[in-house]
């Protein structure tokens, strides 16, 4: 029998009577663990935990979460080459990106414990004589974080690292997919100082677990990033019972290439925006909006570019594309290719499931060209290593389709004139306009989020997250 690594419920690691095996997707026959499925009475108990622990840890001062924040921060940081090989094993991301995303959430837990120190408020003169007004920020409460399997630790991260930093307890139940990262993010938080109940883990399905965090009156908010689908429900049972939301959701996310822009430049824009992480990006480039002028030259460069492209084995030395994450997202991936050969694109390459030595979820990229907007291939999200070609008559038709979608989170263009990377930033949809950079890969201290479909609530990340994780409280004194 494997060792069950546990939930973390009220200061302690809890097996349980369920369990899931976490499945390596570069090879099935690899079990990287078994994690505890969270029964309904675990969830009760990680709750009352958190809302025990919320008044003393609302207290806490800046220093203590300062010191206890750095310490996580400064532990992953230490081990992210450990750690960015359990994620690239769990979810199939390649070792470099596993560990580029394992330093990532390191800085992000080292950001917020100097956020802790710099929280501010306002002191301002009443319009009355004698008044003086104080606008200060508290912790938001008891907060819910639920998380999609795509950034195992990443997305924990910026979501786990605010909520402590304002003085918040938490309840975080990841993706049944990855509970690895998630549970050794648990592990070093219960080495850190934390008082007890203060942070709880709860790996398990959304439909148990979720389902629990979401409806429950002790839970002040809930923060979750994942499908639209999901979101939407979940935004439906906090407004019912008035607790405040935050949903990041998926994206379609155009690349404009103009005229006039770098072949060079654009064509690793689109390849890593499109593909990089088996595509599995909410901001990945899944819309490739091209001018007449360059498209022929630009669709020969990408393709070539993708046959040199090595899809292997997430760990194996020089893999470009790692595994789809499971066999569920794989058949989601290849009817949508099988939809877009319907409406009449051409696949201009790949879309093939691709056998390797090991037993795995292999994919090879695909690229659609002679496509229309409206098609079902560019208006949904397809979440894996697909990308469709747009020709456009100019740069006003191109901003026109990079628009005309119901997502909103990312919007890029390559080009070489100011005048247009200045026009598209100002008025190009989205919460975040990439010039000349792919439309995935942001900054770890500036505010994360779109607009539209993609997003609904305040921005995550940076000092914006303090939106979310804070209330806002106005006290007045006379005398
Ligand atoms: P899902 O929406 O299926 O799941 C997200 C999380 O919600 C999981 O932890 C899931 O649990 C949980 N969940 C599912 N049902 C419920 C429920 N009824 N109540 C409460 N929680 C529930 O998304 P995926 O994990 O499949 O992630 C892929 C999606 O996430 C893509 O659409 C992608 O675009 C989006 N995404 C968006 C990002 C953004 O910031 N905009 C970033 C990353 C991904 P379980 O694992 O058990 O299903």
Redesign the pocket.
Known sequence: MMQQFGNYIAGEFRTSVDSNSNINPSDTSDIVGQYARATEQDVEDAIAAAAIAQDQWSQSTPQQRHDILDFVGNEILARKEELGRLLAREEGKTLPEGIGEAARAGQIFKFFAGEALRLTGDHLASVRPGVEVDVTREALGTVGI??????PIA?PAWKIAPALCYGNTVVF?????VPGCAWAIAEILSRSGLPTGVFNLVM????V???K??TDRRIDGVT????????S??AA?CAARMAKFQM????KNPLVVLDDADLDIAVDCAVNGAFFSTG????ASSRLIVTEGIHDRFVDAVIGKLQGLKVDDALAEGTHIGPVVDER?LTQDLDYINIAKAEGATLAFGGDRLERSKDGFYLQPALFTETENGMRINQE?V?GPVASVVKAKDYEQALYLANDTEFG?SSGICTTSLKYARHYKANAKAGMVMVNLPTAGVDYHVP???RKG??FGSR?QGRYAAEFFTTVKTAYTFG
């Open positions: 639920i998380t999609p399997w795509n950034f997305i139940k990841p993706a049944d997919l398990g399905r959304g439909s677990v979720g389902e965090i979401v979750f990033t994942g499908s639209v689908a999901t979101g429900q979940i049972k990041e959701m998926g994206g599995q990006r909410c901001t997202q999200e979440f989170l994360f989020g779109g993609s997003s995550e």
